[in-house]
């Protein structure tokens, strides 16, 4: 569910209507929605109700300043991968005891950055990195605690691009060694071992896969128990997708998520983490963008938009579907035609759909991409020198501009020409 609804015709962002929106900061523009925010953050809370557990939000997926306050003030954690996005969460408000560090490229310095501002763990992905957090941990005089990722080898029956769980995944430490490694961690000084980290993969629609995972997570953990390890914590990840082609089926639930984690690591007694983010993200926001020209081809018509791949490049990166609708609802019974939808950029790939049935379009309309808002800001550039587009924040009948767009001097003056040229 989201609140992007049509009423009398326009299509409304909770009670805003969203050409007022474009006719205040002008197109293409991102708007989110609060309440749609807050409901799915709930919504997993809710469903992990039955023990000890932490919902940290996978900032990658959106790290707007006001979202990670909207969220952080409603309890959420944050499950940061940069430097940037530890430093992101800690302005939002966020406490370090909320925080967790994953990714598989930290550096001495974001690691560094981190403990001195307070972290609630690491999550380890390799043997190097973990000899390097305990090299920086010692030399300042602390213990951090730590989970290590393991890679469970499950197939996530997702896109290629982001599937993290199968052996040959540039993610975790196989499980066929997770012994070793253990064994490994609780040698090193200024590192304290607190549970096991494992993430399969981004927009899995089936819960068998999360099965399979958390079932051999369990195992694991009851055996590193048998060796002498306390495993107190379970880091499960993220990955719940959602349904961004708008039909009667659905994803699972994160009811039914929550049942299942339940099922397969609840007896453990351990404390739960996860780290949603397009489920909680995507469906809260709309890219809002201005056809400018209708172009009759040979063998098609093309919708050519104000909005481009620089700002939205799921389509031309993974060749993901975004419903993409009018602003102005038609009238019942309106004949659909095809089109193709494309960006001005200069790429072939500035594509966002082909052949798409859509009504009649013309100059100035106004169309918006449902579940925009996972990766899409955070994933936008300034190519072809494009400043990078408003973000808007709804709550009831009001909204804010929370990220404005650059002016061209901003964006240019960002150079610098060096005095001997």
């Known amino acids: 569910m989201d609140h992007f609804l049509y009423r009398d015709g326009v299509l409304f962002a909770e009670d805003v209507p969203v050409s007022e929106i474009a006719a205040s900061v002008g197109t293409p523009f991102y708007v989110y929605s609060a309440a749609t925010f807050l409901r799915h953050f709930q919504l ?16 990658k997926s959106n790290s707007n300043q006001a979202i990670l306050k909207l969220l952080g003030d409603a309890g959420a954690g944050m499950d940061v991968v940069s ?12 406490s370090g005891d909320r925080i967790v560090f994953s990714g598989i490229g930290k550096t001495e310095a974001e690691m560094r950055m981190a403990i001195e501002g307070g972290i609630r763990q690491f999550n380890v992905e390799s043997e190097p990195e973990m000899r390097v957090l305990s090299s920086v941990a010692a030399s300042m ?12 080898d499950v197939d996530a029956k997702t896109h290629e691009k982001i599937s993290t769980g199968k052996k040959g995944d540039k993610f975790g430490i196989p499980i066929s060694r997770a012994h070793e490694v253990y064994g490994l961690a609780a040698s090193l000084p200024g590192l304290k071992v607190i549970g096991i980290d494992v993430h399969i993969g981004s927009q899995l629609t089936d819960l068998e896969p999360f099965r399979l995972a958390y079932q051999k997570v369990a195992e694991l953990t009851e055996a590193l128990r048998a060796e002498g390890h306390e495993i107190m914590r379970l880091d499960l990840g993220g990955g ?36 949603p983010g397009r489920l909680i993200s995507g469906n809260a926001g709309l890219m809002v963008s201005k056809v400018i020209y209708v172009k009759s081809g040979e063998d098609r018509n093309f919708l050519i938009l104000d909005g481009a791949m620089n700002d939205l490049i799921r389509p031309a990166m993974y060749g993901a579907h975004h419903d993409i609708i009018p602003v102005v609802e038609p009238a019942p019974g309106t004949e659909k035609e095809p089109y193709d939808i494309v960006g001005p950029v200069c790429e072939s790939g500035d594509t966002f759909a082909k052949g798409r049935d859509m009504v009649p379009m ?10 925009a808002g996972a990766y899409g800001a955070v994933m936008s550039s300034e190519y072809n020198s494009r400043p990078l587009i408003p973000e808007v924040l709804v709550h009831g009948d009001q909204f804010a501009v929370i990220r404005p767009r650059p002016t061209f001097d901003e964006m240019i003056n960002r150079d610098t020409i060096p005095e001997w040229l």
Request: negative net charge.
């Open 44 to 59: 997993f809370d809710e469903a992990l109700n039955w023990g000890p557990h932490l919902v940290c939000f996978a900032m």
């Open 83 to 94: 430097g940037g996005e530890y430093q992101r969460a800690r302005a939002a408000g966020v």
């Open 141 to 152: 005089g602390v213990e951090v605690p730590i989970t290590v990722r393991i890679n469970p």
């Open 240 to 275: 719940l997708g959602i349904p961004y082609v708008q039909s009667n089926i659905a994803p699972p639930s994160p009811v039914d998520y929550g049942k299942m984690v339940q099922e397969t690591v609840g007896h453990l007694g351990c404390e739960i983490e996860i780290e």
């Open 362 to 371: 013309k100059p100035d309309d106004l169309v918006a991409f449902r579940s």
